[in-house]
């Protein structure tokens, strides 16, 4: 294969700014999974499946994301699959948020309209997040990989944190007029910053340089088979199934856990997701600050900072189970501080070893590489947020004790946790112990996102 021409790299600069896009982004997605699931599980009453499913779909749907990556690839832009995805998201999401509202006088339209918005929140997310973090570990000099990926998700977080602060304020007294013109808003502001953001920050660039077979159907098809065929790069496939499936089985039911068992209105329980994120920020930068103090930036570092991540999201999530059986006894707001706090911890991590894996061969097919490890975390929340709501409504069923229905479920997910851990150090095996990741330069990487 011909080597690609150079591509100009990214500054400190945009880095932040493909960051908005992120925060963008996220302020849209936070709406759509944690404040819609709520409304349909506690306010209109209907079984914890449905938002699971539909939420479902839309990961689902991001199981094409290898294939919006290469036709990015193949043209050699990537901003316009960003607007373009950023406008689909934010469509969808009022749609969303609409539907929502029918659910509670006209069910079966509500649901109808629901799923064929959540289709489409799942093709925005997908062609403007897979070509977001591709543009990022394309453009990024290898020395700035592992700091840039900490920055972009920071700022995701932030995008979720400030979401749920400021939204929370403005659904409470809760009216569904209020969810839908909240979440127009929220979309629209979004939007526009992500818009701004891309504009003229791929100014200079080459296209992509691929042979005529990687233009063709059988091109994709092969490049796919040939990443796969890598071990590391199937090996983390497999870790980061694993791990997003513990993360996601809790996503759609922590908010209807705060609003059954502790009495949360929406306002309190879209606040207490920010507090959450909140510690998903701090502990982005608390690994952040630490890999760059202590000057580690090799394998064996980041695998440990990954495991050590995973299995503090088990005893967090085995403290969530214990908070589900005894009840508001517990404190629940420090718990999912504690469960955010550990999650950023393994993220930063693993984001790092994803960023530097992408971009290793020098072929410009990031995005192919960006849509396989995104279509296994699409997949693993399909799959992991309808199973936890459905073994909520199952259990419930059963034994008709909502305690125990979400005691079951933060346990095994904390389970799962631990095997991510062991996980983390079976990809770490795939290669030497002295591969070197990139560097956190000192004094470059806060402040963040």
């Keep these: 294969m011909n080597s690609a021409p150079a591509r100009p790299t990214l500054g400190w600069l945009g880095v932040i700014r493909l960051g908005l896009v992120q925060s963008a982004l996220g302020a849209i997605i936070i709406i759509c999974t944690s404040t819609l699931n709520r409304v349909m599980v506690v306010e209109i009453g209907l079984p914890a499946m449905l938002p699971g499913a539909l939420v479902g779909l839309h990961y689902g749907v991001q199981m094409s994301r290898p294939h919006w990556g290469h036709g990015a690839d193949v043209g050699g832009k990537r901003a316009p699959w960003i607007i373009g995805g950023m406008a689909t998201l934010g469509l969808g999401a009022t749609g969303a948020a609409a539907a929502t509202a029918f659910m509670a006088s006209a069910p079966w339209l509500g649901i109808a309209l629901a799923m064929l918005a959540f289709a489409v929140i799942g093709v925005g997310v997908g062609a403007a997040g897979t070509n977001l973090l591709a543009l990022l570990a394309a453009r990024t000099a290898p020395s700035r990989k592992a700091a840039a990926a900490a ?190 706090l550990a999650n950023g911890a393994f993220a930063v991590a693993a984001i790092g070893s994803m960023m530097t894996l992408a971009s290793a061969a020098g072929d410009q097919r990031e995005g192919i590489r960006m849509g396989l490890w995104g279509a296994s975390q699409a997949i693993a929340f399909a799959i992991g947020g309808f199973a936890g709501a459905a073994a909520l409504d199952g259990v419930r069923a059963l034994l008709g004790d909502p305690s125990i229905a979400f005691t079951t479920v933060f346990a095994v997910e904390g389970a799962l946790f631990a095997v991510a851990a062991g996980l983390a150090l079976w990809v770490g095996r795939t290669s030497a112990d002295d591969m070197t990741l990139p560097a956190l330069p000192a004094g470059d990487i806060l402040p963040a996102e």
């Design 151 to 340: 920055i972009v998700w920071i700022m995701m977080i932030f995008g979720f944190v400030l979401t749920a602060g400021i939204s929370s304020q403005f659904l409470d007294p809760f009216t569904y007029t209020r969810l839908v013109v909240v979440t127009a808003v929220v979309s629209a502001i979004a939007f526009s910053i992500a818009v701004l953001a891309v504009l003229g920050v791929e100014k200079g660039a080459a296209a992509s340089q691929l042979s005529p077979a990687a233009k063709s159907s059988e091109g994709f098809k092969q490049t796919l088979a040939e990443i796969w065929s890598d071990t590391a790069a199937r090996r983390f496939t497999i870790f980061v199934f694993v791990s997003m499936l513990a993360y996601s089985a809790q996503d759609l039911i922590l908010e209807p856990f705060a609003g059954l068992i502790y009495g949360y209105t929406p306002g309190e329980s879209t606040a207490m997701a920010g507090v959450q994120n909140g510690g998903v920020l701090l502990g982005m930068i608390a690994t952040a600050i630490i890999g760059t103090t202590i000057g580690k930036s090799r394998a064996s570092f980041m695998r440990a900072w990954t495991v050590g991540g995973c299995l503090a999201s088990t005893l967090a999530l085995f403290a969530l189970a214990g908070a589900a059986w005894t009840g508001p006894a517990w404190p629940l707001d420090p718990l999912v501080f504690a469960l955010g």
